[in-house]
Each structure stands twice: as C-alpha cells, then as structure tokens.
C-alpha cells in the first residue's frame, strides 16, 4: 500500500512537470518544451483550433515568429487516476497574451479558463493523449503604446524567447538526468572496454617478448 501511494505521488510530480513544461513551450516559444507535453498522436481542442495536437503546435510555433508576449500561470491542478497508466487531470489557467492579429495590429487579451486533459503513461513518461480547453473569463485589454524597453526601464533583464531567455542559462547547470546518466555509463564502459583492450594487447606483447629470448 505504502509503493503504490508512493508511487502515485512520483506520477503526480511527472504529471505537474509536463503542464509546467508546455507553459514554458508556449512562454519561451520554445518548440522541444512544447512537443514534449503532447505524445505525437495527440488530440487538441483549443479554442479555434481542434484536431490533432501536431496540428496545433505548428500554429503556435508560426504565432512564435510574430515576437508575441505570453505569460501562463497554472493552478489547482486536480489528478484522479483512472488507472496505473491514464488520468484525468483539471488545471486551472491565466494567460496574459498579446500579438499581431492577421492585419498586424496588436492585441492584448486575458483569458482564464482549464485544461481538462487525458494523461498516458508510457514506457514510464506522462503525456497529454487528449486535451480540451475549457474558457471562463476573456478580457480584451488595451496594450501599452511604448516600446518594452521604455516600458520595463532598469527592471532587467526582460524576459525573451529561446534560446535568449536567461532560464537557458540556468539550465545548463542542472543534475544531469537520466538519459545523461545512461550515455555516461555506456561512455564508462566503452572506455573501460577499450583500456581492458589496450591491456589485453600489451600484456600479449610481453608474453611475445618472453617467449622469443
């Protein structure tokens, strides 16, 4: 009982992880953040857009090219697993988004609502299988009219795309996971390989040596 509450608790933290991931996708336009929170065969109904999730992230990622600024924020994230390998999960959203529209000019929006999405579980990893995005509040704002560096003033640095954005920086110095971990062993074994090799070679050299004298 307690290795299945434990376990439940590893696969919560995973689940959060992915949600905050996409955040950070759609944030940092960053495409690998993005394509990581979906599996390929994905389902997406996002507002204008529903079909498969591939479909969707090729439209955020020509929305990216457009210098947008969005800001995400997750909340009460609710996990109720259906089984070893599926859950159900409702999140709460605020998203500040402002971008050209199809004829340039800007516009400021702020929508809240949830993500209501199907979680799988494969070979360890979990995904979103399906979502739905769910709208209860959307407010048109209107944006400021000075650039952002007038705008933010001292208050540096500003936050920036990928790979500019100083979180990727950060990044860097993290724990190495365990994929690092896994080319590192199997670098370790290469290399102790090919030194037992080495080894091995010399050690018949010598032998040679002995044997001729």
Known sequence: ????????????????????????????????????????????????YCGPAEGFIEFALGVFKTGPRNIHQITNILIEFISS????????????????????????????????????????????????VVYDWIEEQIPPAIVEAERFGPRRPIGAPHPDDPVYKLGKRRIPSRHDSSEASNDTAASAEENQGHDNFAMLQRSRRKTAR
Not at 21 to 30: L, N, T, V
Request: with cysteine; aromatic share 10%; proline share 2%.
């Open 1 to 48: 009982m307690e290795q299945t509450k434990i376990a439940q608790l590893i696969d919560r933290e995973a689940i959060r992880d992915c949600l905050y991931r996409y955040c950070r996708g759609i944030d940092r336009a960053d495409e690998a953040a993005l394509r990581s929170a979906y599996w390929p065969d994905a389902h997406d109904n996002h507002g204008a």
């Open 85 to 132: 390998a599926e859950a159900a999960v409702e999140s709460y959203f605020t998203a500040l988004q402002r971008a050209p529209d199809k004829d340039g000019d800007v516009r400021q929006t702020l929508l809240c609502g949830r993500y209501c999405d199907l979680f799988h579980k494969r070979e360890g990893e979990w995904r979103i299988a399906e979502r739905t």
